[in-house]
C-alpha cells in the first residue's frame, strides 16, 4: 500500500486566505497538478469529536484544532498534511512508498506541520489517541498552548528517533532530515536549498502568540553568545560549560560555542525533568538538575531558554547548590 495523492489542508476561521498563504497553496496544484486537494473546514469536520478540540475551537485557537484534523484525515482516508504556509517546490512521488513520513525542523524536533501516511497506519493511530481524554483548557482555565511538535518528537522517540539531523527510519515513518521539507531556519532565516528538498515552511506562526517575540530573541543567540564569551573571559576560572536547556535555544548555545571554536568547553546539557529518553546530543550528555554531582556544582551554567523562564529556572539551580550561573540575553 502506498500513500495516496491526495492533499490535506485546514483552514478553520473561515477567514479568506491571506496573498501569502494562497501563494503556497496555489505552487501544491502546480507542481502536482495530479494531486487532490481536500480542505478541512467546519463543514465537514466535527469540532466536537474530542473535548480538546471543542475547547480550542471555542477559544478560537485554530492551529490547535489542526492537530487533531491531520491525524484524523491521515488516519481515515490517507495522504499528505500540509500546513497552510508550506510552498511545495518538488514533486513528493518518491516519498509516497514510505508507510508515513514526516521531518526535522531546527532544534532536532519533529516538524507535523508537514506529515504524510497511508490509511489506518497505527502510528497515526497513535498520536492521535494522545489527545483523547487531554483537554486544552484546565478547571482554572488555563490553556495548553504545548505545540505539537513536543508529543509529537516524544512519541517517536520512543520509536527510536535519535537527536540527529538525518534519514530515520522508524517502525511505520520515516523521518527526513531538515533539507527535505525545512530549509528556511525561522530563527535566523537562513535559507539552504538542496538537491532534496521538496518543501519550504514559512513559520507563519499563528499557533503561537509569542511567536515573534520568541523569533527575536532566538536571532540574538550568536550575539549573545559572544557577549557570554567575553563575560567569561573576564569572571569565570576557566569552569566547563554546562548548558541549561535543550529546546531551540539550548541547541542553538551549542551551535555558537561550536561555531566559536569552543564547543569542546560543553560538558552537559541540563534539563529540570526530561521529556523524553534522549540521553545526549551530539555526543554531549543530557543530565537532570537532580542528578547534579557536586563536581557539576563547580561548573559554569550557562540558561540557555528564553528570559521568561529564567527566575523559575534559577530557583531551581540554587536549591540545587548551582551558583555559577550565567543567563543568556541578561
Known sequence: MAIPKIIHYCWMSGD????????????????????ELRLWNTENFDCNMLPYVAEAWDRRKYAFVSDIVRLHALYTEGGIYLDSDIEVLKRFDDLLDNPAFTGFESG???????????KGNPLIKKLLDYYRGRHFCDEKGNLDMTPNTVPVTRILTGYGLQPVNEVQHLPNITVYSEEYFCPKNPWTNEIKITDNTHAMHYFAGAW??????EMGFIGDIDKNIRRFLGWRRENSDGSEIIIYGTGVVGLRCYECLCQEGVGDLVDSFMVTKRDNSWLEIDGVPIIEVREASSN????????????RSHETIGNTLREFGFGNVYYLGS
Do not use: H
Open 208 to 213: 503561537n502568540d509569542k511567536a515573534s517575540e
Open 296 to 307: 557539576d556544582n563547580l561548573k559554569l551554567v550557562l540558561v540557555g531558554t528564553n528570559p
Open 108 to 118: 532536532n524536533r519533529i516538524g507535523p506541520w508537514l506529515i504524510a501516511s497511508e
Open 16 to 35: 479568506p486566505f491571506p496573498q501569502d498563504i494562497q501563494k503556497c497553496v496555489d505552487s501544491w496544484s502546480e507542481i502536482m497538478p495530479d494531486y
